[in-house]
């Protein structure tokens, strides 16, 4: 059990696993090691879906009675990129200068290693909780996120499991530990937009219909006005465009067809369908603005197609849960942590439907980046307050 107790140890063992989504790489085989010396029932389901690669997943369970808390991560990481930009190589789970490089330092399977660490600690300080600890770890929170914690949540309600609280080890910190806990993330919501038009020579515009200045028009209408002020718990709702594009390579040639994608991350005021609502609306009504179409008479010819499954918004308003994370994290650093709903989605938005979530981690500023890496110091620093927060949340029971 003593070497599970050393989160340095437990994510390099992690990192020099390359589980780049969808491949498991060995490293839910090497968590299970971790855990089943602990006395962790462990099951790995395999989840598919049409179009979709096979993910596997880990479920571990230590102790059968409530409360029932999980801690939920993911052990895949997003591709190196150029490995000979690294300064060290990507698995090798090198440590250099106080620091700990490899893919998936802070992102996140540095958070696992020390929840791993702080579980042993504890076990080894106190025995087996007054309740139930689990680890919820999928393999594709960084793919499509289909065939991980929506189905393992499933999966575990099915077979019998019940939840009372969640953590997520994301890197939730933005300079420094102690920083930020997340209670609540955004919705998020994407769309595509297609204008239609006629081919022509752009010396001869009123003979063709350039899609591009109908694009432009309803790009406008989406962006201004603003979409709202923010709320108390959210920031503002913020819409971009990610790409425009209309697979012309010719400058004296107008295009047939332009596309424009983009993304939404919306507040509460806001659910899905709503934001669906609001968009459609004010591209109908810029659909006859025609500033940008002089002599037109047709509104512009477009299409919205949305995709699938959007994210939604959420807000954890669980007291124990999170006045005891903070505690944790002002005993361990001096630091108060600021509650923020802020950054993009994550696997949370799945296990808000199952038990009040939070999320804290490591310092995230290299997460997907070349060279990404860990102060070895933060990783001790994590696992002491990842411990404290099992004591004093049990405690409560």
């Not at 530990?177 to 297609?194: C, E, F, P, Q």
Request: net charge negative; aromatic share 8%.
């Amino acid at each position: 059990m003593s070497s599970i107790t050393d989160p340095v140890a437990n994510l390099q063992t992690l990192i020099r696993c390359p589980s780049v989504t969808p491949e498991e790489g060995g490293a839910l085989a090497a968590l299970e090691a971790m855990l089943a010396p602990l006395g962790f029932v462990i099951e790995r389901p395999l989840f598919k879906a049409n179009g979709t690669p096979d993910v596997e997943n880990l479920f571990a369970r230590l102790g059968t009675q409530a409360p029932h808390l999980t801690f939920a991560g993911h052990t895949d990481v997003v591709p190196v990129g150029d490995a000979a930009a690294w300064t060290h190589q990507p698995f090798a789970a090198t440590i250099a200068g106080g620091e700990l490089y490899g893919r998936g330092a802070v992102d996140m399977k540095g958070g696992i290693a020390c929840f791993a660490a702080a579980v042993a600690r504890h076990i080894q300080k106190h025995g087996p909780p007054a309740g139930s600890i689990s680890f919820l770890i999928t393999g594709d929170e960084e793919g499509p996120a289909i065939n991980g914690t929506d189905k393992l949540l499933k999966w575990a309600t099915e077979t019998g499991h019940t939840f009372d609280a969640a953590l997520v080890g994301e890197p939730t910190n933005p300079d420094e530990l102690g920083d930020m806990i997340k209670i609540g993330r955004r919705g998020s919501v994407s769309g595509t937009i297609t204008v239609k038009g006629i081919q022509g020579h752009a010396a001869y515009p009123h003979l063709s219909e350039n899609p591009l200045r109908g694009l432009v028009t309803l790009a406008e209408t989406l962006m201004h006005p603003p979409l709202d002020g923010g709320s108390d718990d959210f920031q503002p709702s913020n819409l971009e465009f990610t790409t425009m594009d209309s697979g012309n390579p010719a400058t004296n040639v107008t295009p047939a067809k332009a596309f424009a994608a983009f993304n939404i991350r919306f507040n509460d005021h806001w659910d899905g369908d709503t934001i669906k609502a609001e968009i459609e609306t004010r591209l109908e009504r810029a659909a006859t603005d025609r500033k940008l179409r002089p002599g037109r008479d047709t509104p512009i010819a477009y299409e919205i197609s949305w995709r699938d499954r959007p994210s939604p918004v959420f807000l954890t308003r669980d007291e124990k849960l999170v006045a005891t994370l903070t505690a944790s994290v002002e005993a361990v650093t001096g630091r108060t942590p600021k509650l923020s709903t802020s950054g993009g989605t994550s696997d949370a938005r799945f296990i808000k439907d199952y038990c009040p979530v939070v999320e804290f981690g490591l310092v995230g500023q290299t997460m997907h980046m070349v060279d990404e890496r860990v102060a070895v110091a933060d990783l001790e620093t994590l696992t002491r307050i990842y411990e404290r927060f099992l004591s004093d949340w049990f405690a409560q029971a």
